[in-house]
């Protein structure tokens, strides 16, 4: 199968000159009466400029063309090179080698060249030898268009071999590693080993800033040696290649040394990688930062289930335990009791502290054991009705929707003094529906809000808009002397 590439700039440069060139040397033969060529030889021309023609037409309008339509054009143009110096060793003809050379040096490279020069000087000995008698063989001029055809070859040669050393060094600069490294020390020794190895350095210094947090450090690459401090005092009176960059979060230096001193294309090309290493220092500090703000988001979040979860069950406890002097009087097997009771809401706050420590994420309680522990725990009445489908619930869904009725429920008990709660949970158009309501004494405000009328007179439940607004959710909340309502929904993609 043959394999398709997207066409090049360089294929179109030689197919619009290849057309110049075949117009231009049939003019000139058409023109020149005394050049008295064979009608065949008119003719091949013609032939030429017309598929010259038709090739400049196809390279523009095609997007891709494949290796071997490249080299069998550029075959084709040698031979058909040869054979018209060899019917016609005219001067506009020995152009076409010159021409033939000039494309393996865009198309191929160096090596190319080499191969391209070779065959074009044999090529034209062979064909102006073969086409001359001797008699009339004029020395001079050949050896003039030989020498002129190798000294414009090895130029070429030479500019091929710029070309691909150029676009090496780019494509190693495009190479340096672009994953996240996760130490600095492993991801300056890095960049200072490519800097070296592009550059023919043997040492290199890399003195930069953090912008914000205004700490420095210089990394500096010896033979092999790398060593990170935190400084920024670089002796630059002996670098060989200097180039400063600068990023969003960082601003710096970059210093080659005991190397060959640098021409205009390698400072340019400092310049260039300066840029890549700015961008790279700047992905790691952006990855610090990002995990800084992750640690400080899952902090709040762990003290927020700390505060729903094990605070709660401890707060209840502690009522528990300031009644147990008066049910011990009064009431001795009452009093036993409720010990037992919170013995075991102790246990259980046990058992999620310790999902806590293990993976900072605890398993969700069945609803309905939410439900006895605070009749348990607080003495009052608890109705739930939760649907089916909420149980099929992803996990982390599951778990803050408990999350959410756990606080509701309590606040309503230990805040409004309700004696009786209803919990209400289903399911419908994307979103989990959670209504709580009960018969206490409200909150110290009253009337219906939403949840940004909540956010923006700082009133309700912190917590609870806290979780609602982490989830992207809404919630309403009416409050009444007789109680309070809260209305919330969370969708299912959050």
Not at 58 to 68: F, I, L, M, Q
Not at 311 to 323: D, E, K
């Amino acid at each position: 199968m043959r394999r398709r590439i997207p066409q090049s700039r360089a294929e179109r440069l030689i197919a619009a000159c290849r057309f110049a060139l075949a117009v231009g040397s049939l003019g000139s033969v058409y023109f020149d009466r005394a050049s008295n060529l064979p009608a065949f030889v008119f003719a091949m021309l013609i032939a030429y400029a017309i598929y010259a023609l038709l090739v400049a037409i196809w390279t523009e309008a095609s997007r891709t063309t494949s290796k071997r339509w490249i080299l069998a054009n550029h075959v084709l143009d040698m031979t058909f090179f040869g054979w018209v110096n060899y019917v016609g060793p005219s001067s506009p003809f020995f152009s076409y080698f010159v021409f033939g050379i000039i494309c393996a040096t865009l198309r191929f490279g160096r090596r190319g060249t080499m191969l391209t020069t070779l065959a074009a000087t044999s090529v034209f000995i062979a064909s102006s030898a073969a086409s001359v008698p001797a008699a009339t063989f004029e020395l001079n001029r050949f050896i003039i268009r030989g020498a002129y055809l190798l000294v414009l070859a090895s130029m070429l040669i030479f500019l091929a071999d710029y070309h691909e050393r150029i676009q090496r060094d780019l494509a190693r600069i495009a190479r340096w590693p672009r994953s996240p490294r996760r130490d600095q020390e492993e991801l300056i020794d890095s960049v200072l080993r490519e800097a070296t190895s592009i550059f023919g350095a043997r040492r290199a210094v890399l003195a930069y800033e953090h912008l914000s947090e205004r700490f420095a450090f210089q990394g500096e690459w010896d033979s092999g040696a790398f060593k990170l401090s935190e400084i920024y005092e670089p002796n630059s009176a002996d670098a060989v290649v200097s180039t400063s960059f600068q990023g969003e979060f960082v601003r710096g230096q970059l210093f080659l040394f005991e190397g060959t001193p640098p021409l205009l294309e390698e400072m340019n090309l400092a310049e260039i990688a300066g840029t890549v290493i700015a961008v790279r220092l700047d992905q790691f500090h952006a990855a610090l930062q990002l995990q800084r703000g992750a640690v400080a988001e899952e902090r709040v979040r762990v003290a927020r289930d700390l505060h729903d979860f094990v605070l709660q069950s401890l707060t209840g406890v502690a009522l528990q335990l300031r009644t147990l002097p008066r049910r011990m009087t009064e009431n001795p097997e009452e009093a036993r009791k409720r010990l037992v009771e919170v013995e075991q809401v102790i246990a259980a706050g046990q058992k999620e502290l310790r999902g806590f420590i293990d993976d900072l994420r605890p398993e969700p309680d069945d609803f309905d054991r939410l439900e006895r522990r605070f009749r348990e725990q607080w003495e009052i009445d608890v109705d739930s009705e939760v649907s089916p489908v909420v149980h099929l619930l992803p996990l982390d869904t599951r778990y803050e929707i408990h999350a959410i009725v756990n606080e509701a429920v309590a606040n309503a008990a230990k805040h409004a003094q309700a004696r009786r709660i209803s919990v209400a949970i289903d399911v419908e158009d994307g979103q989990v529906l959670v209504d709580v309501a009960d018969d206490g004494r409200g909150f110290p405000f009253h009337g219906r809000y939403d949840l940004q009328s909540l956010i923006a007179t700082n009133r309700g439940p912190v917590t609870l808009k806290e979780r609602v607004s982490a989830l992207g959710g809404s919630m309403v909340l009416d409050s009444s002397i007789t109680g309070a309502h809260l209305e919330i929904r969370v969708p299912l993609s959050q």
